[in-house]
């Protein structure tokens, strides 16, 4: 199983960005995925989350502005970020748990690699 992360790149204040997250290989199932990021020096947090039944949930400091949805059918999750405001300068990853064909009773959380978000004044 791979998650591919795509859509980061720089932004002016103010500005928007999409970053996507696709899954990708042997999936039966996906529940919960997520997006988190990491600043320089600082710890990585998670940003928002969505359910498999489509209960999203985001951090304080990007709720009215960011949104969260997924795209059942391609394994996909996107975020949506508007507003955007230095302090979102980071990596974005995303998670997700998953259940793969050779193991049907196990959810094992995936990660994908970072995509670079930065946001100038």
């Known amino acids: 199983v791979q998650l591919q992360a795509s859509g980061g790149g720089s932004v002016q204040a103010g500005g928007s960005l999409r970053v996507s997250c696709a899954a990708s290989?042997?999936?039966?199932?996906?529940?919960?995925m997520r997006w988190y990021r990491q600043a320089p020096g600082k710890q990585r947090e998670m940003v928002a989350g969505i359910t498999s039944g489509g209960t999203t949930t985001y951090v304080d400091s990007v709720k009215g502005r960011f949104t969260i949805s997924r795209d059942y059918a391609k394994n996909t999750v996107y975020l949506q970020m508007n507003s955007l405001k230095p302090e979102d300068t980071a990596s974005y990853y995303c998670n997700a748990d998953i259940k793969t064909h050779d193991n049907l009773r196990l959810w094992k959380v995936y990660w994908g690699q970072g995509t670079l978000v930065t946001v100038s004044s």
């Open positions: 290989g042997s999936i039966f199932s996906i529940n919960a």
